[in-house]
C-alpha cells in the first residue's frame, strides 16, 4: 500500500512539474521551465470555465439537498418497513450505476424527442420541445439525478443517529411537530446535511463524464478543459497547470467545507 | 380538528413529494430499458416498434467484447491487489507503529475526493516517463489505487468490530501470528472482505474518467467503449449495454442484501 500511495504521489507531483514546463507543439518532450502556462490561465475562456462549474456546484448542490432531505427523513422515519426498503433499493439502485451509462440514460431523457420534452408536450405544459441537450440546464438537471444516492445516504445516516428521546421530550412539553422539526430535529441533522452538501458539491467539481456527454463540448467546465487540452491538443505543460490551478481550489473548497462542518458540529454539541 | 387536517394534508404532500422524487430516480434506467428494445435507430421516445438488433450488434462488435474481456481482467485483478494491499494497510493502520501512517491513510482514501481527471493525467505523464503509456500495468494501477478505499473502509469496520481477546487467546494457546491471523483474524474478516470485493468490483467496472487518460485502444475498458461509441454513433446500441450493466447491478444489491442487510453495510440502523 505504501507503494500504491507512493505512486500516487508520483503522478500528482509529475502534474505539479510539468505545469512549470515550455510546450513544444507537436512533441511529448518538454522545453525550458517557465511559468508562462500559469499567466495563459488568466483567461476568459478559462476563468470562464471556473465560474461556469461553480454554478453548476451551486445548483446541484442546493437542489440536490432540498430533494434528498424529505426522501432521507421517510426512508429513516416511515413506521412501514416496505416503504423503508423501497425507498433503500430505489436509492441505492442508481447510485451502484456507473456516470458513463447515467449520463447516457440522460442523452436519452434531455433529446429533443426525449422523454423528458414528450412528456411535458403531452401533459400540455409546453408547445414546442425545449433544448436541453448540450445545455447547462440539462447537465445540472442529470447531476442532480445523479449526486441524489449519495446525499440521502449521508442525510439518512446523520437522520438514524438522532437520540429519538430528545423530540418525544419537546413533544412532551407541547411543542408541535413543526415546531419540534425546526428546533430539534433539523439542528441535530445539520453535520450529516453539512457532509453530505461537502461530498456532493466536490463531485459535481470533479464530474467529467456527465458535462463531456451531455454538454457535448458546449458546457466548458474545468475537467473538460483539462481534458481538451491532453488528450485532444497534447498540450501536457499547460494541461498540468489547469489541473494544479484546479486541485488548488478543490482543495480550499474542501477546507472551507471542514471549516463550516466544524463550527456546526461544535454548535450541535452545545 | 383543524391540526388534524393539516397534519393529513402535510402527511399526503410527502409522500406524494418522496413517490415524485423516486420517479426522478427511476426514470432515466427504466428508459434506457425500454430504449434498448427500440426498432429505428433514432432516439426517440416512446420507440417505434420494438426489436433485439441492438443486443445482437453488441454481440458482433469486436470492440465491446474486448471491453467487456479487459473491463473483467482488470476488475478481477485490481481488486485482488487491492484486498491484499488493502489487508496489509489496513492492519497496520490500525495496530501498527508504522511512522507517518496517518498520512498514507489520508493519501489512500484520497482518491475517493481527487478529481479522477488529475489522477488520470498525473498517472498517464508517469506512463509517459516510464515507458507505460496504455498498457496494462498502468490501467490496474488505475483502478486500484480509485477502489482500494472503499475496501480499505470496509476493512478497517470490520477490524474495529472485531474481539481482540480472542486472538490473545490463540497466541496464549501457542499458534503462530501465521496461524492466529489465518484461523482467528481471516475468519472474522469475512463481513468486511465480501462487502469490500463487492464495493471495488462495482467501482472498477465503472471507472471512467481515470480510465479515459490511461488506456490505449487494446486496454479499453467498457466504460471508455461506450463513451467513445456515443461520440460516433447514435444508435441504442449503448441502451442495450447499459440495460446489461442495470442487470448487473441489480443482482449486485440483491447480493449485498443477502449479505447482511444494506442498511448495516451504509449503517444506517436506527438508535435511541
Given at each position: 500500500m505504501v507503494l500504491l500511495v507512493a505512486i500516487l504521489c508520483a503522478g500528482l507531483f509529475l502534474l505539479f512539474q510539468y505545469s512549470f514546463t515550455s510546450y513544444i507543439p507537436g512533441s511529448l518532450r518538454v522545453g525550458a521551465l517557465t511559468l508562462a502556462n500559469y499567466q495563459r490561465i488568466i483567461d476568459p475562456l478559462y476563468l470562464g470555465a471556473v465560474w461556469e462549474t461553480m454554478v453548476i456546484?451551486?445548483?446541484?448542490?442546493?437542489?440536490?439537498?432540498?430533494?434528498?432531505?424529505?426522501?432521507?427523513?421517510?426512508?429513516?422515519?416511515?413506521?412501514?418497513?416496505?416503504?423503508?426498503?423501497?425507498?433503500?433499493?430505489?436509492?441505492i439502485l442508481p447510485f451502484f450505476l456507473g456516470v458513463v451509462v447515467r449520463s447516457y440514460a440522460w442523452m436519452l431523457m434531455l433529446g429533443n424527442r426525449g422523454f423528458l420534452n414528450r412528456l411535458l408536450i403531452s401533459i400540455g405544459l409546453i408547445e414546442t420541445p425545449i433544448q436541453l441537450l448540450f445545455r447547462r440546464a440539462g447537465v445540472i438537471l442529470a447531476l442532480i439525478q445523479i449526486s441524489l444516492p449519495i446525499m440521502v445516504i449521508l442525510i439518512a445516516t446523520g437522520l438514524s443517529h438522532i437520540d429519538r428521546r430528545l423530540e418525544r421530550t419537546a413533544q412532551t412539553l407541547g411543542a408541535?411537530?413543526?415546531?419540534?422539526?425546526?428546533?430539534?430535529?433539523?439542528?441535530?441533522?445539520?453535520?450529516?446535511?453539512?457532509?453530505?452538501?461537502?461530498?456532493?458539491?466536490?463531485w459535481s467539481l470533479s464530474a467529467f463524464a456527465t458535462p463531456l456527454m451531455i454538454g457535448g463540448g458546449r458546457v466548458y467546465v474545468m475537467t473538460v478543459m483539462i481534458y481538451d487540452q491532453i488528450l485532444g491538443s497534447g498540450n501536457y505543460p499547460f494541461g498540468a497547470a489547469l489541473g494544479v490551478f484546479v486541485l488548488v481550489i478543490d482543495l480550499a473548497l474542501l477546507g472551507v467545507g471542514q471549516g463550516i462542518a466544524k463550527v456546526i458540529g461544535r454548535r450541535v454539541r452545545q | 380538528m383543524i391540526a388534524r387536517l393539516f397534519r393529513h394534508w402535510g402527511r399526503n404532500t410527502i409522500a406524494l413529494l418522496v413517490i415524485l422524487i423516486l420517479l426522478f430516480l427511476s426514470i432515466p434506467s427504466l428508459v434506457i430499458v425500454v430504449s434498448s428494445f427500440n426498432a429505428s435507430p433514432v432516439l426517440d421516445f416512446p420507440p417505434r416498434g420494438l426489436a433485439l438488433r441492438w443486443y445482437l450488434n453488441l454481440a458482433e462488435r469486436p470492440d465491446f467484447r474486448l471491453g467487456f474481456i479487459n473491463t473483467l481482467v482488470v476488475g478481477g485483478i485490481s481488486t485482488l491487489i487491492a484486498l491484499s494491499a488493502g489487508m496489509g494497510g489496513a492492519i497496520a493502520i490500525f495496530r501498527g507503529s508504522l511512522?507517518?501512517?496517518?498520512?498514507?491513510?489520508?493519501?489512500?482514501?484520497?482518491?475517493?475526493?481527487?478529481?479522477?481527471?488529475?489522477?488520470?493525467?498525473?498517472?498517464?505523464?508517469?506512463?509517459?516517463?516510464?515507458?507505460?503509456?496504455g498498457g496494462f500495468t498502468v490501467v490496474i494501477i488505475a483502478h486500484v489505487l480509485m477502489v482500494l478505499p472503499f475496501v480499505l473502509r470496509s476493512l478497517l469496520v470490520s477490524l474495529e468490530n472485531i474481539d481482540e481477546n480472542l486472538e490473545k487467546a490463540a497466541m496464549i494457546f501457542g499458534a503462530s501470528p501465521l496461524k492466529k491471523f489465518y484461523y482467528v483474524t481471516l475468519p472474522m474478516l469475512k463481513p468486511g472482505i465480501g462487502a469490500g470485493i463487492l464495493f471495488a468490483l462495482v467501482t472498477s467496472v465503472n471507472e471512467f474518467a481515470v480510465s479515459l487518460f490511461v488506456v490505449a485502444r487494446s486496454t479499453?475498458?467498457?466504460?471508455?467503449?461506450?463513451?467513445?461509441?456515443?461520440?460516433?454513433?447514435?444508435?441504442?446500441?449503448?441502451?442495450?449495454?447499459?440495460?446489461?450493466?442495470?442487470?448487473?447491478?441489480?443482482?449486485?444489491?440483491?447480493l449485498m442484501q443477502r449479505l447482511g442487510g444494506m442498511a448495516q453495510i451504509l449503517r444506517l440502523e436506527e438508535r435511541g
Amino acid at each position: 500500500m505504501v507503494l500504491l500511495v507512493a505512486i500516487l504521489c508520483a503522478g500528482l507531483f509529475l502534474l505539479f512539474q510539468y505545469s512549470f514546463t515550455s510546450y513544444i507543439p507537436g512533441s511529448l518532450r518538454v522545453g525550458a521551465l517557465t511559468l508562462a502556462n500559469y499567466q495563459r490561465i488568466i483567461d476568459p475562456l478559462y476563468l470562464g470555465a471556473v465560474w461556469e462549474t461553480m454554478v453548476i456546484c451551486f445548483w446541484v448542490t442546493t437542489v440536490t439537498l432540498v430533494l434528498a432531505y424529505p426522501l432521507a427523513y421517510v426512508l429513516v422515519r416511515s413506521s412501514s418497513s416496505v416503504v423503508r426498503s423501497t425507498i433503500l433499493v430505489l436509492t441505492i439502485l442508481p447510485f451502484f450505476l456507473g456516470v458513463v451509462v447515467r449520463s447516457y440514460a440522460w442523452m436519452l431523457m434531455l433529446g429533443n424527442r426525449g422523454f423528458l420534452n414528450r412528456l411535458l408536450i403531452s401533459i400540455g405544459l409546453i408547445e414546442t420541445p425545449i433544448q436541453l441537450l448540450f445545455r447547462r440546464a440539462g447537465v445540472i438537471l442529470a447531476l442532480i439525478q445523479i449526486s441524489l444516492p449519495i446525499m440521502v445516504i449521508l442525510i439518512a445516516t446523520g437522520l438514524s443517529h438522532i437520540d429519538r428521546r430528545l423530540e418525544r421530550t419537546a413533544q412532551t412539553l407541547g411543542a408541535s411537530p413543526i415546531k419540534v422539526f425546526r428546533h430539534v430535529t433539523w439542528p441535530l441533522s445539520l453535520p450529516g446535511v453539512i457532509a453530505g452538501s461537502i461530498v456532493v458539491f466536490g463531485w459535481s467539481l470533479s464530474a467529467f463524464a456527465t458535462p463531456l456527454m451531455i454538454g457535448g463540448g458546449r458546457v466548458y467546465v474545468m475537467t473538460v478543459m483539462i481534458y481538451d487540452q491532453i488528450l485532444g491538443s497534447g498540450n501536457y505543460p499547460f494541461g498540468a497547470a489547469l489541473g494544479v490551478f484546479v486541485l488548488v481550489i478543490d482543495l480550499a473548497l474542501l477546507g472551507v467545507g471542514q471549516g463550516i462542518a466544524k463550527v456546526i458540529g461544535r454548535r450541535v454539541r452545545q | 380538528m383543524i391540526a388534524r387536517l393539516f397534519r393529513h394534508w402535510g402527511r399526503n404532500t410527502i409522500a406524494l413529494l418522496v413517490i415524485l422524487i423516486l420517479l426522478f430516480l427511476s426514470i432515466p434506467s427504466l428508459v434506457i430499458v425500454v430504449s434498448s428494445f427500440n426498432a429505428s435507430p433514432v432516439l426517440d421516445f416512446p420507440p417505434r416498434g420494438l426489436a433485439l438488433r441492438w443486443y445482437l450488434n453488441l454481440a458482433e462488435r469486436p470492440d465491446f467484447r474486448l471491453g467487456f474481456i479487459n473491463t473483467l481482467v482488470v476488475g478481477g485483478i485490481s481488486t485482488l491487489i487491492a484486498l491484499s494491499a488493502g489487508m496489509g494497510g489496513a492492519i497496520a493502520i490500525f495496530r501498527g507503529s508504522l511512522p507517518g501512517r496517518q498520512v498514507i491513510h489520508a493519501m489512500a482514501l484520497s482518491t475517493l475526493v481527487l478529481p479522477g481527471v488529475l489522477i488520470g493525467v498525473g498517472l498517464l505523464m508517469l506512463a509517459s516517463k516510464a515507458g507505460g503509456v496504455g498498457g496494462f500495468t498502468v490501467v490496474i494501477i488505475a483502478h486500484v489505487l480509485m477502489v482500494l478505499p472503499f475496501v480499505l473502509r470496509s476493512l478497517l469496520v470490520s477490524l474495529e468490530n472485531i474481539d481482540e481477546n480472542l486472538e490473545k487467546a490463540a497466541m496464549i494457546f501457542g499458534a503462530s501470528p501465521l496461524k492466529k491471523f489465518y484461523y482467528v483474524t481471516l475468519p472474522m474478516l469475512k463481513p468486511g472482505i465480501g462487502a469490500g470485493i463487492l464495493f471495488a468490483l462495482v467501482t472498477s467496472v465503472n471507472e471512467f474518467a481515470v480510465s479515459l487518460f490511461v488506456v490505449a485502444r487494446s486496454t479499453q475498458t467498457l466504460p471508455v467503449v461506450l463513451f467513445n461509441y456515443t461520440m460516433a454513433y447514435v444508435d441504442p446500441t449503448i441502451a442495450a449495454v447499459s440495460t446489461l450493466y442495470i442487470l448487473a447491478t441489480i443482482l449486485v444489491v440483491l447480493l449485498m442484501q443477502r449479505l447482511g442487510g444494506m442498511a448495516q453495510i451504509l449503517r444506517l440502523e436506527e438508535r435511541g
